[in-house]
C-alpha cells in the first residue's frame, strides 16, 4: 500500500468501502425473509398461479412440507408441464 499512488489507494479504499453497502442494499432490498419448518401433513392449500415463479416455488416448499397441494393454472397444459417438473424435482 505504502508504494501505491494516493490516487490508487483512494480507489481501493473507495472499492473495499462499497463492498458492504451493496450488500446491505441488496440485503435491505430483498425485504423480511419467512422461514418455517412447520409440517403441513393432512392439510390441502391452494395455489393460484402455480405453473411459475413464486407461484411454483411455492407449491414445492408446501409439498416438501407434506402438504397435499393443488395447482390452479389458466393454462392445463402449462400446469401438467409444472407440476411433472415439480414432481421430478422433488423425487
Ligand atoms: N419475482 C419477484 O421477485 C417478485 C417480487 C415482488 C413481487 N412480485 C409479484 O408477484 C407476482 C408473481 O411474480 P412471479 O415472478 O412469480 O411471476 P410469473 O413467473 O410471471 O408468474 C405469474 C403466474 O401468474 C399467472 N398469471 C399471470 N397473469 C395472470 C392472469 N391475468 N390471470 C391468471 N393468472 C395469471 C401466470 O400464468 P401464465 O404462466 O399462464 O402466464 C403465472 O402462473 C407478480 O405480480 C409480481 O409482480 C414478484
Redesign the pocket.
Known amino acids: 500500500m505504502s508504494n501505491m499512488s494516493p490516487m490508487m489507494q483512494g480507489a481501493l479504499t473507495a472499492a473495499v468501502g462499497a463492498v458492504p453497502i451493496y450488500y446491505g442494499m441488496r440485503t435491505f432490498m430483498r425485504g423480511p425473509t419467512y422461514r418455517s419448518s412447520k409440517r403441513l401433513d393432512g392439510q390441502t392449500v391452494v395455489v ?10 411455492t407449491v414445492k416448499e408446501l409439498c416438501r412440507r407434506g402438504a397435499r397441494v393443488l395447482l390452479l ?3 392445463q397444459s ?1 400446469g401438467i408441464e ?1 407440476a411433472e417438473q415439480i414432481e421430478m424435482e422433488l423425487k
Not at 48 to 57: C, H, L, V
Open positions: 393460484t398461479g402455480a405453473n411459475s415463479g413464486i407461484g411454483q416455488e393454472c389458466r393454462n402449462k409444472a
